[in-house]
């Protein structure tokens, strides 16, 4: 069945970097575009990302853009999120996901457990 | 971007009621609208995708409705498994953007 496993969160202080993996399994992640979004505690859902099944279209939300690439290893079947330059408002928990539907971008469906980013001084 | 307002932010309800949440986009988004539910410390789970359109494996007491604007996710007969928190999302374009959030409580 379809497994999204996110790893690479942790502590990290204002400023810094950090990169987030995602292991996906039980599809071909070269078929799908794929997502990340996050969740600040205690508040609601914010898309943060999408890339194209290929790798060729990527696009972000504002309040990411410049500082976060999203970038994938089909050859892996892993997805990443680099992320630079942190602020405290990026404190969440980082979910990828995958699309719904084969060779497009659509709807989020799949989605992983979550890994936590906490960025504190 | 656009603006997704969900209401109400919360609902209390009781097992057997139908209930109905409220998704409005602050343009025209056609039919580019899903709803997920959400269990506290778990993933977000797809129930109803291009507005009206039911995932596999989810109940057939939900259901969505709407197109344009405003949009309703109806769950017919509440169920105990059924209380979380539901969030909206629009496709239509980018960036993609979510509802605020609706927390459906037992009264």
């Known amino acids: 069945q379809v497994q999204l496993v996110e790893s690479g969160g942790g502590v990290v202080q204002p400023g810094r970097s950090l990169r987030l993996s995602c292991a996906a399994s039980?599809?071909?992640?070269?078929?799908?575009?794929m997502h990340w979004v996050r969740q600040a505690p205690g508040k609601g859902l914010e898309w943060v990302a999408v890339?194209?099944?290929?790798?060729?279209?990527?696009y972000y939300a504002d309040s990411v853009k410049g500082r976060f690439t999203v970038s994938r290893d089909n050859s892996k079947n892993t997805l990443y999120l680099q992320m630079n330059s942190l602020r405290t408002e990026d404190t969440a928990v980082y979910y990828c996901?995958?699309?719904?539907?084969?060779?497009?971008?659509?709807?989020?469906?799949?989605w992983g457990q979550g890994t936590l980013v906490t960025v504190s001084s | 971007a656009i603006q997704m307002t969900q209401s109400p932010s919360s609902l209390s309800a009781s097992v057997g009621d139908r209930v109905t949440i409220t998704c409005r986009a602050s343009?025209?988004?056609?039919?580019?609208l899903g709803w997920y539910q959400q269990k506290p410390g778990k993933a977000p789970k797809l129930l109803i995708y291009?507005?009206?359109s039911l995932q596999s494996g989810v109940p057939s007491r939900f259901s969505g409705s709407g197109s344009g604007t405003d949009f309703t996710l109806t769950i017919s007969s509440l169920q105990p498994d059924d209380f979380a928190t539901y969030h909206c999302?629009?496709?239509?374009?980018?960036?993609?953007?979510f509802g605020q959030g609706t927390k459906l409580e037992i009264k």
């Open positions: 996901a995958r699309d719904r539907v084969t060779m497009g971008i659509g709807e989020v469906d799949y």
């Open positions: 039980g599809f071909t992640l070269s078929s799908y575009a």
């Open positions: 890339i194209s099944y290929d790798g060729s279209k990527k």
């Open positions: 343009q025209d988004i056609r039919n580019d």
């Open positions: 291009a507005a009206s």
């Open positions: 999302l629009q496709d239509y374009n980018y960036p993609y953007t």
